[in-house]
């Protein structure tokens, strides 16, 4: 018998399992709950305290004496079912991150039971006539309202009085405790308010007498009657039924009350069009005979889809879920969180109904909890979510989709784990035998680098759906142009217009001007904690300067901060500017802004979507935001105001980032009835990024990057750490990063190039100081190996000082 278990404790710096006692009871199973299993959620005594932790492995026996025993069992089955708690190992050993920082990952926030300290009175009769007044005041805080943690008392007294709190402990006024912590998240529960008696006909009968003594009870009555039996006591409230009605059927026996668990769905109440019974074209039929033998057969393989924007990827994915729904399985749909919009998630509730639940970052941690619930216990089956949802505990899971496989949001950045969830994906469906699909009109080079040499298997969608032409682009040399908008593209938004049709308009840039330099000594205006220029916001007149980095804010100053000149002057644009000159030269034109300023408030972003979907505007401007997800058929013009923002970025896969955001945004012209066309305007008509993205050619584009890529030795032809240094003095930054990059050269493991140490491209953030050291290999095994032997003579991921070390596998970004 399993009597012992290796639990790892969440929400510590513990980076190994400890040993516990598994107690009799919890050998069994009792009831509903199951016997402790591997992925079972349990509270253990650590130290003083307790804290939730997860069984990651079970024992005969252990050489450990005096091991303490797990105090209790959180829920009535593994938390973590096989299948995912494997992927979650391997996610610790591949990103070099511990163990309990993936179990926290995986998790819902906020619902981990845990102790906390407490400072309390030590004994009512202590003497407190040598204190002074502010030992005093703290005495007497704690009388006035109880335990209180020492966070608490700094709050309502002040800072700097830790070792104060501590002095009065170790003179016997004051001592710790050790007090249980409720979770902030755990079921939601409403009073539920029934009818006593069983037999409906009493009631019938009887309602006509109490209608004449008592009219509100007798409508109470009715109400619940009507409903079947019972209502929320809310709903009663609703119906203008007050709380005095419903005690004095109580107490005459007519009525009781319960608690029931009330789930919270942020889509419950909305309605939902049947779905249209849609046939798939020869490509995507091609396409499913390839993909429903491995869902059929419940066997892994990836299938990469590289399909033009417009050619129907999304019914495969609808016609492969289904099949797995039809197998008893479920499935993990991963969509990016831009693209998160209720159209795309729209598509599949309208098939599925409430068999799907959803996962993002605009629900609170009650809404992710409930839906986490769903799909464990089997009320739900199918995840549609961003990143995180690749950790769905979906017990018997039969298919996982990625959408949009290249984009960059899926790479988790800080903190730990910094993990992909596209490779996540790949992972999970080996480890649980089961087909992946990755589609994208543009697919990143590494995946599209694995069909090459058929680690996965390449599905090829070049027609778009009813043989709708690709819209039409127009590459337009800003050189010979002045003013925001060419000719060209001014014409055509007017065109549109009168037309009645819909434009949407890319900058990729937020605010109004990006930079405010001043014209005599050409000093910008830079955030004082960060090497980034300010931004501002507001319109032409002036208004705030943020740091889009750190939220610094402030306004706009009288003169050049270096100089004293007056001569400052904004550069550059950004979506405010635009909307403002659309204004100006456009006044007829509706305009809805998308960007991150314009959907801060939550449900804002299926709000600006609705209301351009219902015509109510006739243009959508905004930056990356609107490149993806959006399927509007009266969209019949795509503008691009400036196609070279990322292009400048220094970072090896700006051309690459550059040419999917072109054709993907190029997509969204032209899905209705009525060809579309593309105007992108550039400085450098010239770069294969703008070219390849005016043909709508990804081939032409891989061809082209693919031979730079390999000789300068990046990824997909190399794998790459990123070692990121930072702290508040750059001296000691750079020497730290120095002394880390001479220990894994002296490794002397063959295969690896250290590069660097180099002040990274964004030098210094939220008041750190940046530095890279980049390490680069064709071997994930020996880099993996390189990095290992390295922290442990360097000691460890983690602070050195004031300096803190991060490292990042397979990094996304490089700035």
């Known amino acids: 018998m399993k009597a012992f278990a290796d639990i790892i404790p969440l929400g510590t710096r513990i980076d190994s399992a400890m040993t516990y006692r598994v107690p009799n009871d919890l050998l069994v199973p009792e009831g509903p709950s199951k016997a402790i299993e591997r992925g079972s959620r349990v509270l253990v005594p650590l130290g003083p305290r307790w804290a939730t932790g997860v069984v990651v492995e079970l024992n005969d026996q252990t050489n450990i004496e005096n091991v303490r025993a797990i105090g209790m069992r959180l829920d009535p089955y593994p938390a973590l079912p096989e299948g995912l708690l494997k992927t979650c190992e391997w996610i610790a050993g591949y990103y070099l991150c511990t163990l309990a920082e993936v179990l926290g990952a995986a998790l819902p926030a906020g619902i981990h039971t845990q102790s906390g300290q407490k400072i309390v009175l030590a004994d009512d009769t202590a003497d407190t006539t040598g204190l002074n007044d502010r030992e005093r005041e703290i005495v007497g805080c704690i009388e006035a309202n109880g335990p209180l943690s020492v966070k608490q008392l700094e709050r309502r007294i002040g800072p700097k009085i830790r070792s104060i709190i501590h002095g009065l402990c170790r003179s016997g006024v004051l001592r710790a405790e050790q007090h249980m912590a409720q979770p902030r998240t755990s079921v939601k529960k409403e009073r539920f308010i029934e009818l006593v008696p069983d037999d409906p006909r009493w009631l019938e ?52 009350v319960s608690e029931r668990e009330t789930r919270r769905d942020p889509y419950a109440d909305e309605t939902r069009a049947p779905a249209e019974e849609v046939e798939p074209t020869p490509e995507q039929r091609e396409a499913l005979d390839q993909i429903l033998p491995d869902v059929d057969a419940k066997q892994y393989r990836t299938h990469l889809i590289s399909g033009v924007t417009g050619s129907g990827k999304t019914l495969i994915y609808i016609e492969a879920v289904e099949r797995a729904l039809k197998e008893g399985r479920g499935a993990i749909v991963l969509i990016p969180e831009i693209s998160l919009t209720p159209q795309t998630v729209g598509r599949f509730r309208e098939r599925f109904g409430d068999r799907v639940a959803v996962l993002h970052s605009g629900l609170n941690e009650g809404e992710r909890y409930d839906a986490w619930r769903d799909l464990r216990e089997g009320r739900r089956q199918i995840v549609v979510g961003a990143r995180s949802a690749v950790f ?155 740091c889009h980095y750190c939220g610094h804010n402030t306004s706009m100053p009288p003169s050049c901060p270096s100089c004293g000149n007056c001569k400052l002057k904004t550069l550059g644009t950004g979506t405010q500017k635009i909307e403002d000159v659309i204004a100006r030269q456009i006044p007829d034109a509706r305009v809805l802004r998308m960007d991150v300023d314009a959907t801060a408030k939550k449900g804002s972003h299926a709000r600006i979507l609705e209301s351009f979907g219902r015509g109510e505007a006739d243009i959508l401007l905004g930056t990356q935001m609107v490149a993806k997800g959006l399927d509007y058929p009266n969209v019949t013009l795509v503008g691009v105001i ?32 009525r060809r579309g066309e593309v105007v992108i305007q550039t400085y450098k008509p010239e770069e294969d990024a703008v070219r390849f993205a005016q043909e709508h050619d990804f081939d032409a584009f891989a061809a082209s990057e693919d031979p730079s890529r390999h000789e300068t030795g990046f990824p997909p032809f190399t794998r790459i750490a990123l070692f990121l240094f930072k702290g508040p003095h750059e001296s000691d930054v750079a020497q730290k990063a120095g002394h880390c990059a001479d220990i894994l050269r002296s490794t002397g493991i063959v295969g690896v190039d250290v590069l660097g140490p180099v002040q990274a491209p964004l030098s210094r953030l939220q008041g750190r100081y940046r530095w890279h050291v980049i390490l680069r290999s064709s071997s994930h095994r020996v880099l993996n190996q390189t990095i290992r032997a390295g922290l442990d003579r360097f000691g460890g991921r983690g602070t050195r000082g004031a300096v803190t070390v991060d490292v990042d596998i397979d990094p996304v970004s490089m700035l």
């Open 392 to 546: 769905a505990p979906i017990p018997d899971l039969g298919l996982i989709v990625v959408d949009e496989e290249h984009d960059g949001s899926y790479k988790q950045d800080n903190p730990a784990p910094r993990y992909n969830a596209r490779d996540v994906a790949v992972v999970r469906g080996q480890t649980e035998n089961v087909p992946v699909i990755l589609g994208s009109a543009t697919p990143s080079l590494e995946s599209y680098r694995n069909a090459e040499v058929e680690k996965f298997n390449l599905i090829k969608l070049t027609q778009r759906v009813d043989d709708r032409p690709m819209p039409e682009v127009t590459i337009v040399d800003m050189r010979g142009e002045s003013g925001l908008f060419s000719t060209i593209l001014h014409k055509r938004i007017l065109d549109r217009l009168s037309l009645g049709e819909q434009t949407i308009l890319l900058q990729n840039r937020r605010g109004y001007a990006p930079y405010i330099q001043c014209g005599d000594c050409g000093q910008a205006l830079q955030c004082p904690s960060c090497h980034v220029s300010l931004t501002m916001h507001g319109g032409p007149t002036g208004g705030p300067l943020i």
């Open 205 to 256: 009968t009887e309602l006509p007498t109490i209608q004449k003594r008592a009219p509100k009870q007798a409508e109470c009555l009715a109400l619940l009657h009507g409903a079947g039996g019972g209502l929320p006591s809310r709903a009663l409230t609703d119906q203008g039924i007050d709380s005095a009605i419903v005690r004095r059927l109580i107490d005459r026996n007519l009525l009781k």
């Open 642 to 673: 400036s196609a070279d923002t990322g292009l400048n970025l220094p970072d090896f896969r700006a051309s690459e980032r550059t040419f999917q955001l072109l054709t993907q945004v190029s997509g969204r012209a032209g899905r209705g009835e």
